[in-house]
């Protein structure tokens, strides 16, 4: 059931995390009529919004400035706010660790900074991207520190978050908000609040079947991203162009759903979620077969983009001599984010082989590769008329791709946006079926 949307209320909302998730959620409270505690311990963040600029390519800095002159958005770097607060709002982050398991020290420093503030009656939620059992099993036992009784003095519930950074077809109200409260009171109380935001409320049995959606949505794009690459690869075999065969087979009406491959799966939650829903299977002794293939496939691709790209070299070329230009090290397009970008691990495949690598990324001013920083480059006309090869990792849309077709003597697109243009050199791309 999803409860009747109620009118806007003056009641407070904290939201910790004001990151690609939290900050968007923050600034959709405010513009509904809510006043708005956005808390994030990076300090760096905090400046910044407090001085109106957005450090998030998909929220413009006139949105910054127009959430802080309505008064009701108030910016901090500590948890007293969220003593004046009706809601509470988890969006921090939940990485993996080194051996792939899940990290959830932010969500355990978030609820025990909660448990010596909480008040009776305040309503907490968390939407950060977890496995089954987290909101239940770990963070209700770290609010209950508080001595308040979860669905009668607090109310806990979970909603995961379905942004997708840079996609503005899909306004983050107009997204339906699966919702579960941990008792049947918590679902009531939050959903409340959630319907008079979002234009729909999904409300699901329980905490774990919402967490499970969400990681059942991103699994599912996984798995089927990682297929497409593979069968991309055996495209290049057979000499076949994966890009016309897609465009092909979703012209059937039923029973497809077109996936599209590119130089490895990134961002925070794609090739994350599914690793934690494997290592969740795992402690129950359950195999996720299918998980585990995609995720070496995906894992398999930048060493594959590089030993393509050596075939490709002009025979007389040293390796060691190879300048290659790489275009975009965000890990999609038109955003400012490299967690789990194959942009990096191509890059440091590539000088492994003893390239000249450089990279160009209007988004992306620097980055951290091994023991080394880097930083973008100016993308000259002699810059592309010296490279051996333009490798294209992101399709951002001011891509000058004009210049690079004109300039370029040997380009390497995995992103398909070259398809039927000519250049001044020979162009390679991704599943293209080239020889």
């Known amino acids: 059931?999803?409860?009747?949307?109620?009118?806007?209320?003056?009641?407070?909302?904290?939201?910790?995390g004001l990151g690609n998730v939290g900050l968007p959620l923050a600034l959709l409270f405010v513009s509904k009529g809510f006043r708005v505690s956005g808390i994030d311990l990076d300090h760096a963040k905090i400046e910044k919004l407090r001085e109106g600029i957005s450090y998030l390519t998909n929220i413009e800095d006139k949105e910054i400035r127009?959430?802080?002159?309505?008064?009701?958005?108030?910016?901090?770097?500590?948890?007293?706010?969220?003593?004046?607060?009706?809601?509470?709002?988890?969006?921090?982050?939940?990485?993996?660790?080194?051996?792939?398991?899940?990290?959830?020290?932010?969500?355990?420093?978030?609820?025990?900074?909660?448990?010596?503030?909480?008040?009776?009656?305040?309503?907490?939620?968390?939407?950060?991207?977890?496995?089954p059992g987290t909101t239940k099993e770990v963070l209700q036992p770290l609010l209950e520190q508080s001595r308040l009784k979860i669905g009668v003095d607090i109310f806990l519930g979970y909603s995961p978050e379905r942004i997708d950074p840079g996609n503005k077809d899909f306004p983050i109200d107009k997204i339906p908000k699966v919702l579960a409260g941990v008792t049947a009171e918590c679902t009531r109380r939050i959903s409340q609040v959630y319907n008079q935001v979002f234009e729909r409320v999904v409300i699901v049995s329980s905490p774990e079947t919402a967490e499970f959606t969400k990681l059942l949505e991103n699994s599912y794009r996984f798995i089927n991203i990682s297929f497409i690459n593979q069968l991309a690869v055996v495209c290049d075999t057979l000499n076949l162009d994966v890009w016309e065969v897609i465009e092909a087979a979703k012209t059937k009406p039923y029973g497809y759903a077109p996936f599209y491959p590119g130089p490895g799966i990134g961002g925070q939650c794609i090739p994350v979620d599914p690793l934690y829903l494997q290592w969740k299977a795992s402690q129950y002794g359950v195999p996720t077969p299918?998980?585990?293939?995609s995720d070496k496939v995906n894992r398999a691709i930048p060493q594959y983009l590089v030993t393509q790209l050596?075939?490709?070299?002009?025979?007389?070329?040293?390796?060691?001599?190879?300048?290659?230009?790489?275009?975009?090290?965000?890990?999609?397009?038109?955003?400012?984010?490299?967690?789990?970008?194959?942009?990096?691990?191509?890059?440091?495949?590539l000088k492994k082989e003893g390239m000249d690598v450089s990279y160009h990324d209007p988004y992306i001013p620097s980055v951290h590769i091994g023991n080394e920083n880097m930083h973008s480059v100016e993308i000259t006309n002699e810059a592309l008329e010296e490279a051996a090869c333009v490798v294209i990792l992101a399709d951002h849309s001011c891509m000058p791709l004009d210049r690079i077709l004109?300039?370029?003597?040997?380009?390497?697109?995995?992103?398909n946006v070259t398809r039927g243009?000519?250049?001044k050199g020979k162009i390679i791309r991704l599943g293209g079926g080239n020889r």
Not at 1 to 16: L, Q, W
Not at 290 to 293: D, G, P, S, T
Not at 313 to 323: G, H, N, P, T, V
Not at 336 to 341: K, L, P
């Open 290 to 293: 299918f998980i585990e293939l």
């Open 66 to 131: 127009a959430a802080l002159s309505t008064s009701r958005f108030i910016i901090a770097d500590q948890y007293k706010e969220i003593a004046k607060v009706d809601i509470v709002i988890i969006c921090v982050p939940t990485p993996l660790t080194a051996m792939n398991t899940p990290d959830l020290s932010f969500i355990k420093l978030a609820g025990n900074s909660l448990s010596s503030i909480i008040r009776k009656g305040q309503m907490v939620v968390l939407e950060s991207s977890t496995y």
């Open 421 to 423: 243009r000519i250049g």
């Open 1 to 16: 059931m999803v409860e009747s949307r109620g009118s806007v209320t003056d009641r407070k909302i904290a939201v910790i």
């Open 406 to 415: 004109r300039h370029a003597s040997l380009i390497y697109d995995t992103r």
């Open 310 to 349: 050596k075939k490709h070299l002009s025979i007389e070329q040293r390796m060691d001599q190879a300048k290659i230009v790489v275009y975009g090290v965000s890990y999609k397009g038109d955003i400012n984010d490299t967690r789990e970008s194959s942009g990096l691990e191509m890059i440091r495949l």
